[in-house]
């Protein structure tokens, strides 16, 4: 049963254009939400969160949006970059728990 | 500074036999983590020190999986009577205490069992 789900396994986006990664959650008591990047043959690098008392936090070209009553996320990166090719991991954590809980990404494609 | 780093970057093994992950954190900080990815999923908690405290092991998925965090350092991840299922990459992270929410990761070790 997974708590944190990611239900696109790829998306393909043109540079310059804006990429946006969805994540769903089922687990109400989830607080705090992070996204991961992932280079081939790398660790996942954290990129960047936000706690559920906020419905958007935004770090240069990432934007990540929380609708908690829909539970669902989504990450905006804009402009896209080829550089900003990898998989994106969505987590999740409940309050007190030093645990998140990872979807199974999304392999991000940007074409120059 | 130096970041999370593991070793070795890929093993192969036959099956039944034991193997050794090492994982080496970021100096200072005091939780560490074990994941696997396996092919296809997401990563899969499996084993959570923190400072002295008792591991949360929770997420060991059989009584194969062990794992011990010496001097709060150094981290080694034992599967003993390796399946074909254990194929996966783990991968280790750590973070400091005042950010447990923030974790830096390592490379990975993919493991391939024959």
């Known amino acids: 049963d997974q708590q944190v789900k990611q239900n696109s396994p790829s998306l393909s986006v043109q540079e310059g254009r804006i990429s946006i990664l969805n994540c769903d959650y089922t687990?109400?008591?989830?607080?705090?939400f992070l996204w991961y990047k992932k280079y081939p043959a790398e660790g996942p690098t954290f990129l960047i969160s936000?706690?559920?008392?906020?419905d958007k936090n935004e770090d240069g070209r990432f934007t990540v949006f929380l609708n908690k009553s829909a539970k669902h996320l989504s990450l905006h990166i804009v402009p896209s970059q080829p550089g900003d090719s990898a998989v994106y991991f969505c987590?999740?954590?409940?309050?007190?728990?030093?645990?998140?809980?990872f979807g199974r990404g999304t392999s991000l494609i940007v074409h120059p | 500074g130096a970041g999370v780093s593991q070793s070795p970057s890929n093993k192969v093994t036959e099956k039944g036999k034991d193997v050794e992950l090492r994982c080496d954190p970021i100096s200072g900080h005091t939780a560490l983590y074990w994941y696997r990815q396996s092919l296809g999923q997401g990563l899969e908690f499996l084993i959570y020190f923190q400072g002295n405290s008792a591991p949360d092991k929770s997420g060991l998925p059989s009584d194969r999986f062990s794992a011990e965090r010496t001097g709060g350092s150094v981290s080694t991840l034992t599967i003993q009577r390796t399946q074909q299922e254990d194929s996966a990459v783990y991968l280790c992270?750590?973070?400091?205490?005042?950010?447990?929410?923030?974790?830096?990761f390592g490379p990975g070790t993919r493991l391939t069992v024959t």
């Open positions: 936000i706690s559920s008392i906020k």
């Open positions: 992270a750590s973070s400091s205490m005042g950010k447990t929410y923030e974790q830096y």
């Open positions: 987590a999740a954590r409940a309050g007190g728990s030093y645990i998140p809980t």
């Open positions: 687990n109400s008591m989830f607080d705090y």
